[in-house]
């Protein structure tokens, strides 16, 4: 049966697993993987070191590189961690890559904020959390894709991802 190739992004707010869930998919798949949150312009992220949450405008140029990568990546699939925190921040990226799937990581704020606060030398305060809870408009019924909860350990996680994205190898 012919599928076409995967190509998936895995949003989810700060400290979800976006990173850690994204390389373990891309790795299953044999696609590569790409960090979202490298392609942030600079004045991006002194903006979230400094612990001021990102606007709609901040975000545009930022998405639209992430969409080049996207569509540079559709025929041959690939992995990417971003955000993608609004519905309209997805719209973006499907208008430059239409076959995109996305892996939503979700989970209970305490969680989150644990995983956050654990990990040093990263960009992001831990501050940030409540900010990018409140933007987040989860994964809609109609777009393609699935959402996780993110309690179990990655390698479980990320063998879940291929079941729920119809990524899993055929059998039989
Ligand atoms: N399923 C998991 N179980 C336990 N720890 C996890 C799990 N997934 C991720 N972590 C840990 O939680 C922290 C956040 O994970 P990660 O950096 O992958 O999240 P992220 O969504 O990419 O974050 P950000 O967007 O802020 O970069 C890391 O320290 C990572 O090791
Ligand atoms: O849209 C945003 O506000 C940003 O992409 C953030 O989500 C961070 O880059 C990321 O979570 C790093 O911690």
Redesign the pocket.
């Known amino acids: 049966m012919h599928r076409s190739a995967p190509l998936v992004v895995?949003m989810?707010?700060?400290?979800?697993?976006?990173?850690?869930?994204?390389?373990l998919l891309a790795e299953a798949l044999d696609v590569p993987f790409e960090?979202?949150?490298a392609h942030h312009p600079e004045e991006n992220i002194a903006k979230m070191a400094s612990g001021v949450p990102l606007t709609d405008e901040d975000r545009e140029p930022w998405l639209d590189i992430l969409g080049g990568w996207l569509r540079d990546n559709a025929a041959s699939g690939g992995v990417m961690?971003c955000?993608a925190l609004k519905r309209s921040y997805r719209d973006r990226l499907r208008d430059s890559a239409p076959t995109t799937r996305f892996l939503h990581?979700h989970g209970p704020k305490e969680l989150l904020a644990s995983?956050?606060q654990?990990?040093t030398a990263?960009f992001?305060p831990p501050s940030l959390l409540d900010s990018q809870l409140a933007v987040l408009e989860p994964l809609a019924a109609d777009e393609a894709g699935a959402t996780l909860t993110?309690?179990?350990?990655?390698s479980?996680?990320a063998h879940r991802a291929l079941v729920v994205l119809g990524l899993a190898p055929e059998t039989g």
């Open positions: 895995v989810g707010v700060s400290g979800s697993g976006k990173t850690t869930i994204g390389q960090e979202g949150d961690s955000s990581l995983r956050l654990d990990r990263h992001m993110i309690g179990p350990l990655p479980v996680l």
